[in-house]
């Protein structure tokens, strides 16, 4: 009786205290050593500097080899096109995404704080890149009621790749309130954690207008951008030379390093040449050969590719026989870097807009000057005679002018994200080959499938979007290539 009573007491006395221990709760369970708050110079340097490494990986291990730049000899079945099980990258919703996210509280930050005003033009313009990057792969995205979860909404529906592109707020408009918020900040604050221009505001401008060249483009099939583009060819104001590049490099130490030139040997070899970059490079006799890869070390001097997709369980592949990607990608990883955008690719773009007739000027003369940044842009000095040999002079024997530029475009685009897979899915250029074991019945993939993730966390709205694309089929062409 004693002990039921003395239990009572203590128990009462307990609960007495219950309420005084929730008074300082949060300040007791803080670790005021922990950051709470970041800012904005670290948030946007960490936004670019992510996104591109991340991206230039998941170039190497995933984007070239839908693209068809590189082979891999492995049990590596997103070679073979089952891209539901990626192995080493082929995911990149979830970065993506986080960088978004990031990039959405930079640009609060610019906008609720004066002091931070200077950050709002390059916040919006990310968004507008990456926002394209994400749609472009996927098709219809979570994208106007996505990275709000503070707000209570958990479960974004998707919205079509035609409104994220178009729509108030999507990657258009965005762009244009970028270059507006830059032109309009009159602020003292210098642009800090820039490691793409070092601060210089108007190269963001350029930056910008060149997307707003390659995003009109990339939707002319679907949309008459005939004015707009040339608005801003007009202008004048986008990136013409290498030295205004969207690009920064990597270092050849950590942790500025690129990824893949740190990784085990093993590997780093399980991605070797393309028969696809086998034929385009030698056809052409191309000097990139030589910077891409490595000649075949059982035949000193001459250059081998494999079919993509290749069943490793039933073949006997000697790394000696085929040629290794190069030097750029390892030992000389510091000559190699994050691609945001170029000089060359503007020129690709608008050398295709001139073809098509939807802005003056000479398609032949910005083909070539195209290929001559190309060239520059990697390093390798290009051929005296290159642009007037029998399958590179512009339309020389009855060559399609277009596959010509869309070629050249795609050889300068390889380890540039998912670039050379994404615009085979929009022109058909190059020409690509169907896999050797194909696990997509013979057919080449035309969007990324959604994660599974998104099946488990966001049901409802996926099963709309998986509805839209045939129960989330990678061949659906997303709305651009329809």
């Known amino acids: 009786m004693k002990r039921k009573l003395y239990s009572l007491l203590l128990l009462t006395v307990l609960v007495g205290l219950l309420p005084g221990c929730t008074d300082r709760f949060e300040e007791i369970n803080t670790n005021p050593n922990a950051p709470v708050d970041v800012q904005p110079s670290l948030l946007l340097r960490k936004i670019i500097f992510d996104y591109g490494e991340q991206m230039s990986y998941e170039a190497f291990v995933a984007g070239n080899l839908l693209g068809q730049y590189f082979t891999a000899i492995d049990f590596n079945l997103f070679d073979r096109h089952s891209l539901s099980e990626p192995q080493y990258g082929g995911n990149p919703w979830p970065f993506m995404y986080s960088n978004l996210r990031d990039n959405e509280i930079l640009l609060q930050k610019a906008r609720t704080n004066a002091a931070f005003g200077v950050y709002e033009g390059p916040a919006l313009i990310m968004k507008a890149y990456i926002a394209a990057s994400l749609t472009d792969l996927y098709g219809d995205v979570p994208y106007s009621q996505a990275l709000q979860g503070k707000a209570g909404v958990i479960t974004p529906a998707y919205d079509t790749q035609e409104a994220i592109y178009t729509a108030p707020g999507g990657i258009l408009d965005n762009l244009d309130k970028g270059i507006a918020a830059i032109n309009s900040y009159k602020g003292p604050t210098a642009l800090e954690g820039d490691v793409l221009y070092a601060g210089n505001r108007n190269k963001w401008i350029l930056l910008a207008n060149s997307l707003k060249i390659k995003y009109l483009m990339r939707i002319s099939g679907k949309v008459n951008v005939q004015m ?36 085990r040997v093993g590997d780093f070899n399980l991605f070797i040449m393309s028969k696809t970059s086998e034929e385009l490079l030698t056809g052409l006799s191309d000097s990139r050969i030589a910077t891409y890869f490595r000649p075949a070390a059982a035949t000193p001097g001459s250059y081998k590719g494999l079919l993509n997709g290749p069943d490793a369980s039933r073949l006997s592949i000697s790394l000696a026989d085929y040629s290794l990607t190069g030097t750029i990608f390892r030992e000389n990883s510091d000559r190699l870097s994050a691609n945001f955008m170029t000089a060359a690719e503007t020129s690709f773009w608008l050398a295709e807009a001139a073809q098509r007739g ?76 169907t896999v050797s074991a194909s696990l997509n019945n013979g057919l080449i ?11 488990a966390l966001n049901a409802v709205q996926y099963k709309i979007a998986a509805d839209r694309t045939q129960n989330n089929s990678i061949n659906v062409p997303v709305w651009w290539a329809r």
Request: net charge positive; charged share 15%.
């Open 228 to 263: 707009a583009l040339q608005k801003v060819v007009a202008e004048g104001n986008f990136i013409k030379t290498n030295a205004d590049n969207a690009a920064f490099r990597f270092s050849l130490t950590q942790p500025n390093n690129f990824r893949m030139a740190t990784a």
């Open 358 to 433: 939807l802005i003056p000027g000479s398609a032949r003369t910005l083909y070539e000057q195209g290929i001559t940044q190309s060239f520059d842009y990697w390093g390798t000095a290009l051929p005296a005679g290159y642009l007037t040999s029998s399958k590179v002079a512009y339309g020389l024997n009855g060559q399609n002018p277009l596959e010509q530029i869309l070629t050249q475009k795609w050889l300068g685009n390889i380890n540039n994200a998912y670039e050379g897979w994404t615009e085979y899915r929009r022109t058909g250029f190059p020409r690509l080959k």
């Open 445 to 455: 993939p035309v969007r990324m499938p959604y994660p599974a993730t998104e099946s």
